[in-house]
């Protein structure tokens, strides 16, 4: 596998700009090597990240290095285990939210507010969960431990909706 080196500069003020670089080579599922030098897998997802990565450079009136690299076994190795060290980080908070979101639909039916706008919202939770899991998927190339789990857990929140769903119209029903 190949993988893309990026090293950049950036004036350090306004800070904004770091911060944005940052975040966007995150959201990309790069590993940081050191400040300002970031590496991550080529192909489909991952260098339309890049593009936006430059084009926050750029605005920011930097310089971004690019290298496509091909590294020996031993950093190879390395640079998967880190990449799927952040993965598994991102699919542990995963859980953690289909936790917390089927905790809420849980305290929502003890105190008995099974109302249309309740249930919006808690459709539009676990569809931002659902969109959430299809990123971390996709960047997930080294199968992280935790991602059958999390595959699981969302299948079971969207139990644990469709069932709010059915208890929220039963409410609505004349009795």
Same mark, same amino acid.
């Given at each position: 596998?190949?993988?893309?080196?990026?090293?950049?500069?950036?004036?350090?003020?306004?800070?904004?700009?770091?911060?944005?670089?940052?975040?966007?080579?995150?959201?990309?599922?790069?590993?940081?090597?050191?400040?300002?030098?970031?590496?991550?897998?080529?192909?489909?997802?991952?260098?339309?990240?890049?593009?936006?990565?430059?084009?926050?450079?750029?605005?920011?009136?930097?310089?971004?290095?690019?290298?496509?690299?091909?590294?020996?076994?031993?950093?190879?190795? %390395?640079? $998967?285990?880190?990449?799927?060290? #952040? *993965?598994?980080?991102? &699919?542990?908070?995963? +859980?953690?939210?289909? /936790?917390? =979101?089927?905790?809420?639909?849980?305290?929502?039916?003890?105190?008995?507010?099974?109302?249309?706008?309740? %249930?919006? $919202?808690?459709?539009?939770?676990? #569809? *931002?969960?659902?969109? &959430?899991?299809?990123? +971390?998927?996709?960047? /997930?190339? =080294?199968?992280?431990?935790?991602?059958?789990?999390?595959?699981?857990?969302?299948?079971?929140?969207?139990?644990?909706? $469709?069932?709010?769903?059915?208890?929220?119209?039963?409410?609505?029903?004349?009795?």
């Amino acid at each position: 596998m190949s993988w893309r080196v990026l090293a950049y500069r950036v004036p350090a003020e306004p800070s904004r700009h770091r911060v944005a670089i940052w975040r966007e080579l995150r959201r990309a599922g790069a590993v940081s090597l050191q400040q300002a030098t970031w590496a991550l897998p080529t192909g489909e997802g991952f260098d339309e990240r890049v593009e936006r990565a430059a084009r926050l450079v750029e605005r920011a009136d930097g310089q971004l290095y690019v290298f496509d690299v091909v590294p020996s076994e031993e950093t190879a190795s %390395l640079l $998967e285990r880190m990449f799927t060290e #952040d *993965r598994e980080a991102e &699919w542990a908070e995963f +859980l953690a939210e289909c /936790d917390k =979101f089927e905790a809420e639909v849980r305290r929502e039916i003890e105190i008995d507010k099974l109302t249309l706008p309740e %249930l919006e $919202e808690e459709e539009q939770s676990y #569809d *931002r969960l659902r969109r &959430w899991f299809r990123e +971390l998927r996709a960047r /997930d190339l =080294f199968s992280a431990p935790s991602a059958e789990m999390a595959e699981r857990r969302l299948k079971e929140c969207g139990e644990t909706v $469709e069932d709010f769903a059915e208890r929220v119209y039963s409410a609505r029903e004349p009795r």
